[in-house]
């Protein structure tokens, strides 16, 4: 409820249009939709710009599928995140025209019109365990309207297999960097590009990588100043805002 | 060194002008001057957009004093942070035209013109004790250009604060949100504006706060998509994303 | 054994009704009932005003069938918590009027007659995968007949949508917040109650939420003084602790 | 701002007493005032039932003497935790009527009258060490004009002691229990009364005390349900919460 | 090879007995028989006083029937901990007159003659689930031939319980105590006994027990200074210890 | 209070000479001093075997001071331990029979008479730095009336120096030992001897040895079973129960 | 590409062979190929003289045969590390010359001709649960064709085990050493020998071994300064460098 | 004492010339000096092939000084680290020849003559901040005779700058990498050279390095095999081992 609407509401108990009571209620409820188990916040996207997304892993197939029907019942796009299989079956069988994305683990679903991308954001990975979590980034982007172009397999142990794409990197909005182990490569893309830099920490590794937090460690402590870090395989959020950086560098 | 440059490069040894072993010099070495201790990088700022920093932390007065001078020397906008007193009376008997902010802990210098401020940038804390982060922050962003709205002490135990400065939140291209103790400012704000919001733990608190360990591990987890974080009580890392973000928006 | 019971067995050692010997035993034993493998402590009721309840997961269904029986027995209310589906068979095989709650993952028998509750406490969660640890503590809590308000599903991302119940929050004596991830809203609610707030952390999260720890740090660092912390997923101590305070609100 | 109010300025409108936009100016604005480094929260006392509290330990001593004096003229009881001797020397010169607790770090001014005290706590600590964080939640609880009962030094290993304040105990309306080292003195306590018991870990300790993280996490830990915990050395907060207990008890 | 052994060896050179080469070789090698994967210490139990035990935790049913058949063939007592219920079947299948102690885990063998125990070690426990540990100990202590008193679910939420059993506690040589969550039980028992506590953490427990490491902490931290601490879980080594004080106090 | 005690007491009861109002007062009080900030526990020497021990870290001075006199009037024999030079000062003013030793940081008083030691400690450690703990160890059992064996200097990378002390380790009814960095020691020792060995983990180390963490966890993992740990730098604790295991030895 | 090389390809541009743009496209294209999911960097062994390695346990059976498919097709000598029983079938299918071992969970291929071994290494574990990281060393160094001596079942608890054996630890260029639990071993093989020992902290163990993190801890803090230390179970990066250890010793 | 002495100590005891009781007592002891506090091992010269090592950080200035003089006499090269200002004084006073590194914070003394370095390192770091450390191994190698190459301030957020060294790098028998913050650089590292890699964490940092545990992570999960790991700041432990590795390359 922006102030417009709420001079609008005022105006109309100075009309007689709307008593005090009623529009005592008015501004006490907001609009959100309960469902029992989950309030569902249909006015996310008035409020911050992009659709609320679905985090599918501690819910059942069944909660998922009724939150996501509901979602698209509303003409939204959208996103079911960490999505296995059985979850995914359970929301296809509800709205057959969502797409499964097995490697990212997500399921999508696009209602809107978009005539053409708005940002373009690269998304890089330093090796093969890092693709599920480097593609829930790339589907994310693509499904909120953003160019992306996939750098896989780049990782700082052959420092000219990153090099050799350095362009590509240089001509994107924000880049987004997904590493496991030792997390260094967020620092060498940081140093290479004038954008910003968004780090993924993964958990692909074992012993001392302490499922991730090895990685998130050191991207949390990178030399490079235009790195920021997400939650350790937090593919999704960091499209989120590489998106929201693209929205800003192409009109807002 | 662009395309551009390798090109012409390659064209002069066609041409004869220059022999290939010239050329493999040149190609070899890049712009950086090595003075004994430290090697500045003075071409970071074709690279990246924005000048070198000086960490002070780590170095001694008379080392921070050095490169600041270096630095000054060569045009650039300089910046030191962690700076302490007796190391900006260092800097100052040698550049006296550099400014030291104490709150902030930071010595600048502004050698550039600039007409008025490209991006917005909105600095938020969560009380009193976390305004040396703060001001690092604003201070850093009013250096790189950008225009700082400062609205401190509107933590989450009171949540109307927050409430009322919330159109001023929504103006800007980027909010930095510094919280110690719990850090969970940033998930608020993050549901409250549409763009990206970056977020700073701070090492205020005592006991299980672990020095702002707490902190950062809450602003990891944030429930709202539009959060990054960065490490704890860096303030400058901040705001150099958010100037980045705040360039782009306003024509890179 | 309070002051008078003892007063009253030593007046009987005077009397000469009891020998020495006789009443240094019963000032030995206390009522306790050994059954081999665990002590059923059935004056626990005397002592802290509410029953023994067993927590079945680090035992076999047949043992909590076992004491869960034994308990009845003895007329008390009984109250299981962390049972699964075979230890909800077992119980149920032997006390049959029992009844299992699978989403809190409780077997609760009432058997004293309760007239109307006293107390009355509110059981907030962040999100819907907070539902099992927030089930936990409203089941126990009515056991325990308190009168309960559930609040689901009102995290800080969308604060409206909490600032919507705030009503509500403020008429309970006691206020239970169950949160995963950065375990943000206790300390929001906090700041708009009165009453103790009692914060439960929830294993609800990945990655950097190391299993709760994230939500554990961040509830005990709270901004706001009236938040007290209990462990990960423990809602039924949160139960425990605000059934005591709503019984010291309505005559103790 | 309760209903009743908000009805109130509802109706002034209908009136016509008052515009929508002076209608909507006062709606967004809510009772804090703005002193450049600190929003003071007044209408806090009206929104939760106690004042709010300086915590002064990040703060400077002029800070916490002039946050001290604006809520001194504003009426409020106050108190300043974690407050060393030039802070305690700052407040004292400005507000002479104050009170320093040395051994509690606390700073403390009553204005208002307190016919009797409300509520009683009993506040126990396990050794010699614990005193600080044991008297600051004492001297808490009485400001907030709640009886306390001291019972010092009385440890695990030698059990009697606590046994032999056992009745003294069982008169608390809500229990403080502070300790250091291994924490377990809350689980003990828990089990002797039937009322709310909150955990104050101390830092007293060395080694594997890890700062207070042991007991701290002994307390989470618990078999006694009726336990509550707070952060490490927190016994400004234990108290809080004891008193809003204590007020319940005797008529909210 | 004691001294005396050395000794006869070098006066058999001095006769001409024995070569200064075979010497050589003899002093080298030392009694264990290596078997591939692994080197039997057959010594061990000159030199220690207690036969090698087989930890079958990290091994294959097939690699732990193999080493037990090899101590059996050498007429020592055996003892495998953490043995499952296929490795159990294995190593009956080789040795039928070996015991399996499922709640303890263990396979024992008693191949030796025992006239009576010498040393006496009471085994607490603190609850239900610890009872694996606990039984782990006694049955460890008992195959050496030592008497083991079983006092077990007494945990310090009702000391009652444990004060009830305080006579049976001072009559032993050495107490072991077992327990999981805030581990406080050693502590308590420490205070009433005049002998020394050997404390096993136990990994029973959820959320911040985080597997016995809350336990583990406060144990390390006892008050009570005749505690000291094995590994989590570690049943056996308190055994071994226990035995080794009891042997001492009833001639060594 | 022992059964003979409590017999005899009630039979005075039941000879009228004491009526049972005084009865019950004197089982409710046991036997310790109140001295405001400490209750001193007088029975411990008779509850336990040894006198209770002033932990001076957390203490003032004078508070030191004071208990030490205290227990020094009582006759007890009396050790205060991690004492700096002001508190050796302080107690030496008061009691200046007292000894103070500056390595061990202990401060010592023997009032009884012992005609010769009972049970023989030795007391390892692995290198210069570990002195300190050490000498702790040792004072504190020498205090308590046991022979004491140092062998210092013996660390695990030079295994001849340990080797060649072994007959005067394999003479003690107990061993000591304390050692930092990797805190590997007391396996080796551990599996030279067939007594209880007794790990203390030191602070000694730097970087990831976090204080001492890495030694004591070290410790704990020991492959030799007959290890059991005390807390970080705890001499005081091994030696008391090293001396217990010595008394056992010895004729209890 | 080495300096020869790039000043070749700048003469063939002097002379006119290649124009400036086919020798910017060289010198931005390096020798890797990409397949989609993986970037193979056949140039490894140019640059550092061992073939690159697939770390299978992140990828799928049919990823990581495709790669080593890829691989062997280019004539390398090809390794697989943490391989299970189904990847190791789906290699075996498309590469049938290749090998599997089970212990150590590799699978290799030798395409190469090596006359005799280059180095030797001593691979050295505590015990015989260390053994599938101990083989894992051993295959992969013997895969790079390093002779390798296997010590195994040395622990340092029968500290005579591993004297037996010190004269062939002496005769290695480097020692290899795995061990779980308190990883005491390098320490004291480092104190025996005069070349570079490598640790390998495994994750054998349970409760405070933290999966290994004690024993890594422990290995970080030897006190032999000859140690070096590598990942949690990870023998394949000890036998690689020790393997370029060997290679020094013998001609590089 | 190797086998050919053994041998002819045996054979003296054939011959008659030493009686078994002598030759006993020469096997048991072995050539170490007992000073006290301080067992010097003077043949570990004999053993490993360089002379022990003072760590002055746990010393008192006169214990370092005084065992610096004991082995500056037995005439070995000495090196003591982490020797601050007032311990140099202490150590010249004794040994003015010793020479004080005051940025390496070491003391050598070189009494040996070494016609000509064996052996090539190159130390490299990140960062003006990590000098300490780096000196510390650059100083340590030299005094043991190995050439070494400097490399300062090449951090991977300029990858230039490390590419530029690329030759350098490449012509050293190991290479020793000193950094803090992320750690990144030693797997930039790792991958250009074809050598061993030591890695050295450092301290330097704030946050959420957590004094350089983050790099250690780091550099413990690099994804170049040929890097191992030292402890934090262990700038000597790294030049030991490359100092050993270096000799080996040139004829051991």
Known sequence: MNKTAL???????????????AASDRLASLPFEDIGHSRIDHHRALRTGLPEVIYAAGKSPAQTAEIFTRMASAGHDVLATRADEPTALAVLASVPEATYHPQARAITLRQSMHPEPRGHVAVVCAGTSDLPVAEEAAVTAELFNTRVTRLYDVGVAGIHRLLAVREQLASADAVIVCAGMEGALPSVVGGLVGVPVIAVPTSVGYGASFNGAAALLGMLNSCSPNVTVVNIDNGFGAAYTATLIGRVAHGG
């Not at 001079?7 to 009571?21: M, N």
């Open 7 to 21: 001079l609008e509401l005022l105006a109309a108990v100075e009309r007689g249009d709307l008593t005090p009571a």
